[in-house]
Structure formats: C-alpha cells, structure tokens
C-alpha cells in the first residue's frame, strides 16, 4: 500500500535509503498492495451467530461437507476450531417396509441415522415404583464430535469451514446395518453450542445427482408452527444444542429409543405422544385406562408427559401443527398419506378401544382401500373438525334491545346460517346462554351490583317464536344500572348449535336436531357492544372500546376451538371481573383464591409449566408477550380500578388499589413483608375495607419506575 507523505525532506530521507537498502540491483519497481485483512468477529465474542452448510459430497463413503458461520448482520464469524463443542450427524432417507401377517406394507420414507449406539438400562436412573416404563436395551441415534479427530476439521480463515466425517457411510454394519444408497436423500447436521449462543444447520442432498433441489424430503412441520405454542428457548433441547427441528427428526428414528424406560423415541411416536398428554388412553377389560407416555431423563429424572395438558381443542385438529398452503414444508401434506400406524399409536395407543384387535390402524383407516364404514383417518379426524367449520360460518344476531314494564333490559336472538337463514330452535341447544353486560369498556358491572351467574341467561328461560325462528330473552335476574345511559352495553353469545357426532358408518357430519347422541358447538361471533340511552340501545352513539391488554389471536392461536368454558373466542373478564373471589379454597394461603381473569390465566395449569408439573418450560409464564399486547402491560392507565382478594392468613376480604390488584394476580402468595412495604410507600393499597376506602385514599406511582420497557426485563428471566 502506497503512503503519501506531505514533507519533501522525508521523502529525500526515504529515497536514500532505499537506494542504500536496495543498491544498483534494484527494478525501480514500487512494492505490490498487501491483501485486506479478512472483516470479521472472532467466535468467542460473537453474540449471534447463523450456519449454513453450503455443499457436501461422498467420495468412497466420505463425506465432507462445507459450512459458512455469520453473525446476525452477516459478518463471517472466525476462529472456529475442532474444539469447540461441535458435533456433526448425518442420516438417509430410507424407504420402509412392514410385514402384517403375510403382506408387506410400504411404509414411506423415513429418516435412519449412520451414527448409532446400543444403550443398556442405567439402573441407577430407573426410579422405584414407576408405572407405564419397562427399561430393555435399545439403540439410540448419535452424532460425532469434531474433537475425536484431528485430521476431519478445515478452518480457510474467511469464516468458512470443511468437515469430513468419521464415520465411513459405506460401512456401516454395526450396532445396526444401514445400507447406503446414492440414490437416497442424505442429512448432514451441524449443531454448535458455544457458552453465549447455539447454531444448527442441515443440508439434504442426493449424492447420485449432487443436487438437493427436488429430491425426496420428509419435511411434514415446520418448528415456526411449533412457536405458536412454545417458546422458542423452551425448545432447545439436551442442554440448549438442539434447536432445529430437521436435526431432532433425522435423530429420533424409527431404531431409536429410551433404555429407562424402554419407549420408542421416534419423532412422530414421541411429539404425538407427548401432546396426547393426560388424555392418552388405553382400552382395557377393565375399561379406558391411562397410558402416559414417558421417558427417563440423563440423569434418571423422570418426564412424565401424562401430565401435560394439551391446550388444542379439539385434539383431533391436525392442522394445529400440519399447516399447509403457502410456504408450508414441501411435505405438509404427508399426513393424509395413511402410511404409517406409528402417529395413530402415538394418539391412541395400541388399543384405542375394545373394537380393536390388530395395531395395523391404516389395515382399515386408509385412503386407498378402506374397510367399509371407517374412513380414512383425514374423513375421522375431519369429522371431528366439521362440526366447528360448520359453525364458524353462522353468526348471532341481536334485535329490538329495550325495557320490560317492569324495567329489565329484553332483546331478541336469532342463530343464521351461511346461507342467511335463521336456524330453527330444534338445532340450537336451549341449556345454553347469553351473558349481559354493561361497563366493557372499563371492567364490566361490579359483582355485587350484578353477580355474572345472574348476567348470564338460558335460551330456556325465554320464549321462542317458531314461525320467525327467534327467541325473546329477559334478564330477570338482575337490575339494569342506575346510571345506565350512555354506558356501554355488551351482549355475549354462549348458543351452541347441535351436530351428529360422527364415527363408524356416518357418511357425513351435519346439524341435527337435539338430542342426548348429539354434540353441541359454539357458534363464534364477536361480542355485541351498543350505548344504552333511556329504554334502549342509542343506535347513533360509537360503543367505546377497552383498552388493549390481550391479544385474543394468541390465545387462540394456542388453544383454537375450545378454551375452557362458554367456547365464543377469549371473553372471559366479562364474566371473571376484578372484585370477585371464591368462598373457599384451602389451595390458596387464607382460602379466598382469586377469579379475575388475570389471576386465572397468570395462574392457569399449563402457562407454568416452567415450574411445576412436568417443568420443561415449555410455556414460560414470564414471557409477557405469550398473551399481552405491545401496549398490554402499561400500568397507571385505570386508577380508579378496585381488586378484591382474600387476606393470605385470614382469608377475610381485602381491596386494593388498580396496579396493585395487577401484580398480585401472579405474586400474592409470594409477597413479603418488605413487598408490601414498597407497594404502600408508592401509593398503593393492600388494606382496603371497600371500593370507596380503596378509591378514597390510592395514590399509585407505580408506572413512575415501573415502565412497560422494566416490566418486559424483569420478567424476562
């Protein structure tokens, strides 16, 4: 590189030297530029990092594949070395067959790993008086470690590396033979876990063609779907390196399984597994019994997946994790294929019923050849589903909204259809309700102004008019407000409509009249909000809006058709409010455990699986975002809002302040004495004896430190 200098003197200085330096025998040539350094960081410092695995190749049953590494920005990544904790596997896509008595079966493509090991039974990790585990000797698929060999690891010094395997892919006899075939889509995976950040890439390829575009995959969800759900740090796995999906898959093969406990490990056997959960039954002389599914931990910690509770309902709804259409994985579809009994056994064990004396599910429930009156297991499963997209496309409908003579608000309900047309009232389940409410746009009625168990109303306590197919309901249980005008009205629908249950020999799933054999379903439809003026709804008036706290799509993201109870989306503070706690309870500290609809969900089984049950994290509660709005979890917005709880040792009613009521939806148990101190020099009130003393005397400066930016980091751990 050529240095310009300003001084004429340093330029004659630098001449003679290089005369003396160089004598006679120089060329007059100026020296040539150095190369720039490569622009990188060093792997030790790098706080994200990306891998691709470019290309790989087979020569003799070697492989060698080559691999880049990147931060988040794309800047290459140096220093990788052999010693860092890197590890390679590598797996075909094999074509199985089964043999069911005399005919072989095609059983598809499935993944079956090179790399192998026979385990045996640790007995020190197999707990005493375990039910549903038979430990025996299993293999269990592995990867190899760049470490074991000196010669495999090539670092080029740009941020990209080559890896030739170990293991010779050609001779692969032992513990199990696996037999290797050009022509078969091969998987190199890389899994790197450095102290501050974890990488994982996979390359499919077809050796014979050296190509990797439109060759036989196996790539049924993609783990995005999986986020719906889950976390993403729940989901990185045996101690944080496994974190792709594609790497688990090629892992957990078919060969696979779990010494401890003796249960098969393959991918499609263990994911429906372990979401069949507590529901996961066993057909028995006895009757329907439990079989959960469940492994010994390294470690010998037991997971005992019978306690998960699946929050997906119906079940039956593949496409909670099958999602296809657009940018779907090339082989979304592959579960309507019908190739295999291992997902149905998973789901339903070897005998969902007494019915059922052979383990060859798709022998009857195929889409080819199927035995009269069963389905394939797409119509069995779809049945199920039907029903709700056949409700999903009518809607509710409210009219002629007044007074009673004796002052009790009256409106008419009609159920429509697709087509337009009112339902006739022998396929509306009339045990089901509307809920009244008034005041949604702040925190609904007060309990003691209007108990929900009197806002909420059965179609059966109207009257119904059949030539219009319309029902008159009355809220008799309850007083309309004083102060009604102007308010903001809600009228919630409950109604469910009644289907045939589907199952062996239904040809089609359909409304039907109610009876004791059919199933009711939820029609969904918003809630209908009006302002009330004088006898009636004020029809020029723009019904107010709650504040943003949760994102309804979240929830129902997770959860889908069925939540919990009266299944019409996620309204569940009209009826849960703020004031209201049980009688008795002795689970809770003093026995008046709390039925906001804060608490219930802050506290609800399965949103802290982190802590408690089975504690894999799946769901971690303290990821604020999991459920709240980016403006959900703003403090100060509602000073005039008043929670009721019970004392932790009394039990006796207690009222606090807005902010207050918030945080001890989750930390009341937990409060301490120097807690509480806080909260009351802030303002806050944790001793109130009525809403009034409570909105008398709160002067909450909580959101002065406690921004939602603070909040968001500390509950983030």
């Given at each position: 590189?050529?240095?310009?200098?300003?001084?004429?003197?340093?330029?004659?200085?630098?001449?003679?030297?290089?005369?003396?330096?160089?004598?006679?025998?120089?060329?007059?040539?100026?020296?040539?530029?150095?190369?720039?350094?490569?622009?990188?960081?060093?792997?030790?410092?790098?706080?994200?990092?990306?891998?691709?695995?470019?290309?790989?190749?087979?020569?003799?049953?070697?492989?060698?594949?080559?691999?880049?590494?990147?931060?988040?920005?794309?800047?290459?990544?140096?220093?990788?070395?052999?010693?860092?904790?890197?590890?390679?596997?590598?797996?075909?896509?094999?074509?199985?067959?089964?043999?069911?008595?005399?005919?072989?079966?095609?059983?598809?493509?499935?993944?079956?790993?090179?790399?192998?090991?026979?385990?045996?039974?640790?007995?020190?990790?197999?707990?005493?008086?375990?039910?549903?585990?038979?430990?025996?000797?299993?293999?269990?698929?592995?990867?190899?470690?760049?470490?074991?060999?000196?010669?495999?690891?090539?670092?080029?010094?740009?941020?990209?590396?080559?890896?030739?395997?170990?293991?010779?892919?050609?001779?692969?006899?032992?513990?199990?033979?696996?037999?290797?075939?050009?022509?078969?889509?091969?998987?190199?995976?890389?899994?790197?876990?450095?102290?501050?950040?974890?990488?994982?890439?996979?390359?499919?390829?077809?050796?014979?063609?050296?190509?990797?575009?439109?060759?036989?995959?196996?790539?049924?969800?993609?783990?995005?779907?999986?986020?719906?759900?889950?976390?993403?740090?729940?989901?990185?796995?045996?101690?944080?390196?496994?974190?792709?999906?594609?790497?688990?898959?090629?892992?957990?093969?078919?060969?696979?399984?779990?010494?401890?406990?003796?249960?098969?490990?393959?991918?499609?056997?263990?994911?429906?597994?372990i979401h069949k959960g507590n529901e996961r039954m066993t057909s028995t002389a006895d009757g329907m019994v439990p079989a959960?599914?469940?492994?010994?931990?390294?470690?010998?910690?037991?997971?005992?997946?019978?306690?998960?509770?699946?929050?997906?309902?119906?079940?039956?709804?593949?496409?909670?994790?099958?999602?296809?259409?657009?940018?779907?994985?090339?082989?979304?579809?592959?579960?309507?294929?019908?190739?295999?009994?291992?997902?149905?056994?998973?789901?339903?064990?070897?005998?969902?019923?007494?019915?059922?004396?052979?383990?060859?599910?798709?022998?009857?429930?195929?889409?080819?050849?199927?035995?009269?009156?069963?389905?394939?297991?797409?119509?069995?499963?779809?049945?199920?589903?039907?029903?709700?997209?056949?409700?999903?496309?009518?809607?509710?409908?409210?009219?002629?909204?007044?007074?009673?003579?004796?002052?009790?608000?009256?409106?008419?309900?009609?159920?429509?259809?697709?087509?337009?047309?009112?339902?006739?009232?022998?396929?509306?389940?009339?045990?089901?309700?509307?809920?009244?409410?008034?005041?949604?746009?702040?925190?609904?009625?007060?309990?003691?102004?209007?108990?929900?168990?009197?806002?909420?109303?059965?179609?059966?306590?109207?009257?119904?008019?059949?030539?219009?197919?319309?029902?008159?309901?009355?809220?008799?249980?309850?007083?309309?407000?004083?102060?009604?005008?102007?308010?903001?009205?809600?009228?919630?629908?409950?109604?469910?409509?009644?289907?045939?249950?589907?199952?062996?020999?239904?040809?089609?799933?359909?409304?039907?009249?109610?009876?004791?054999?059919?199933?009711?379903?939820?029609?969904?439809?918003?809630?209908?909000?009006?302002?009330?003026?004088?006898?009636?709804?004020?029809?020029?008036?723009?019904?107010?809006?709650?504040?943003?706290?949760?994102?309804?799509?979240?929830?129902?993201?997770?959860?889908?058709?069925?939540?919990?109870?009266?299944?019409?989306?996620?309204?569940?503070?009209?009826?849960?409010?703020?004031?209201?706690?049980?009688?008795?309870?002795?689970?809770?500290?003093?026995?008046?455990?709390?039925?906001?609809?804060?608490?219930?969900?802050?506290?609800?089984?399965?949103?802290?699986?982190?802590?408690?049950?089975?504690?894999?994290?799946?769901?971690?509660?303290?990821?604020?975002?999991?459920?709240?709005?980016?403006?959900?979890?703003?403090?100060?917005?509602?000073?005039?809002?008043?929670?009721?709880?019970?004392?932790?040792?009394?039990?006796?009613?207690?009222?606090?302040?807005?902010?207050?009521?918030?945080?001890?939806?989750?930390?009341?148990?937990?409060?301490?004495?120097?807690?509480?101190?806080?909260?009351?020099?802030?303002?806050?009130?944790?001793?109130?004896?009525?809403?009034?003393?409570?909105?008398?005397?709160?002067?909450?400066?909580?959101?002065?430190?406690?921004?939602?930016?603070?909040?968001?980091?500390?509950?983030?751990?």
């Open positions: 590189m050529d240095i310009k200098r300003k001084s004429s003197t340093l330029n004659l200085i630098a001449l003679t030297c290089s005369a003396l330096l160089f004598g006679c025998g120089s060329d007059g040539k100026d020296g040539e530029d150095g190369k720039d350094g490569v622009v990188g960081v060093n792997i030790d410092s790098t706080a994200t990092l990306s891998a691709n695995i470019s290309t790989a190749s087979v020569t003799d049953g070697l492989i060698t594949i080559n691999f880049d590494l990147t931060n988040a920005n794309g800047v290459a990544v140096l220093g990788l070395t052999k010693d860092h904790d890197l590890r390679f596997g590598i797996a075909q896509l094999t074509r199985v067959s089964e043999t069911m008595g005399d005919t072989e079966v095609d059983r598809g493509f499935n993944w079956q790993a090179y790399i192998n090991a026979e385990k045996t039974p640790n007995p020190d990790w197999i707990p005493e008086g375990e039910s549903h585990i038979n430990p025996s000797n299993q293999y269990q698929a592995n990867v190899e470690k760049a470490a074991d060999c000196d010669e495999c690891f090539l670092d080029n010094g740009d941020g990209s590396y080559a890896y030739t395997y170990q293991v010779n892919i050609a001779e692969v006899t032992e513990p199990l033979t696996v037999t290797y075939s050009a022509d078969s889509t091969q998987r190199a995976t890389l899994e790197l876990e450095l102290p501050q950040v974890t990488a994982n890439a996979f390359l499919d390829w077809q050796p014979s063609s050296e190509s990797s575009e439109g060759i036989q995959t196996r790539d049924v969800v993609s783990i995005e779907t999986c986020y719906t759900c889950h976390q993403v740090e729940s989901l990185a796995l045996h101690g944080g390196r496994r974190i792709a999906i594609e790497n688990c898959a090629s892992c957990h093969t078919s060969t696979s399984g779990d010494p401890e406990s003796g249960n098969s490990v393959e991918f499609t056997y263990m994911i429906h597994a959960p599914y469940k492994i010994i931990g390294y470690g010998g910690g037991i997971h005992d997946y019978g306690k998960v509770m699946f929050p997906q309902g119906p079940a039956a709804d593949c496409s909670s994790c099958h999602v296809e259409g657009e940018g779907a994985p090339a082989d979304a579809d592959l579960f309507k294929a019908d190739l295999s009994n291992t997902a149905c056994v998973g789901c339903h064990t070897e005998k969902p019923s007494q019915n059922h004396s052979s383990t060859n599910c798709i022998g009857c429930h195929n889409s080819t050849d199927t035995y009269p009156g069963t389905g394939s297991a797409e119509k069995r499963h779809f049945d199920v589903m039907k029903a709700y997209s056949d409700a999903r496309a009518m809607s509710v409908e409210f009219s002629n909204i007044g007074l009673t003579a004796d002052g009790k608000i009256k409106f008419d309900l009609q159920i429509i259809d697709a087509a337009g047309t009112a339902i006739a009232g022998e396929f509306i389940n009339q045990g089901t309700r509307v809920v009244v409410a008034w005041d949604s746009d702040k925190d609904y009625p007060a309990y003691n102004d209007a108990s929900y168990s009197n806002r909420r109303i059965k179609l059966s306590e109207g009257t119904y008019d059949a030539n219009s197919k319309t029902f008159t309901i009355t809220g008799n249980n309850f007083d309309m407000p004083n102060d009604a005008d102007g308010k903001t009205f809600e009228l919630w629908s409950a109604v469910e409509v009644c289907f045939n249950k589907g199952g062996y020999g239904v040809a089609e799933v359909m409304m039907t009249e109610c009876s004791d054999n059919t199933r009711s379903i939820e029609v969904k439809e918003e809630a209908y909000h009006f302002v009330w003026s004088g006898t009636g709804m004020d029809a020029d008036a723009q019904a107010a809006t709650r504040r943003s706290i949760i994102d309804t799509t979240k929830c129902q993201g997770c959860h889908n058709q069925e939540v919990f109870h009266y299944d019409n989306g996620v309204n569940c503070q009209t009826c849960h409010t703020s004031d209201k706690t049980t009688k008795s309870d002795d689970s809770y500290p003093g026995g008046k455990k709390p039925t906001s609809f804060a608490y219930k969900a802050h506290a609800a089984e399965g949103h802290y699986l982190k802590y408690a049950g089975v504690e894999s994290g799946t769901v971690l509660k303290t990821d604020c975002m999991t459920c709240h709005t980016d403006d959900g979890i703003k403090l100060g917005r509602v000073s005039d809002r008043v929670w009721r709880f019970g004392h932790k040792t009394s039990g006796e009613d207690i009222w606090v302040s807005s902010d207050v009521g918030t945080c001890l939806s989750c930390h009341q148990k937990y409060l301490s004495d120097a807690g509480a101190s806080h909260i009351v020099t802030n303002g806050g009130i944790l001793d109130g004896t009525s809403e009034e003393d409570v909105q008398t005397r709160a002067s909450e400066a909580c959101s002065t430190c406690h921004t939602p930016e603070q909040l968001m980091s500390l509950h983030a751990h």
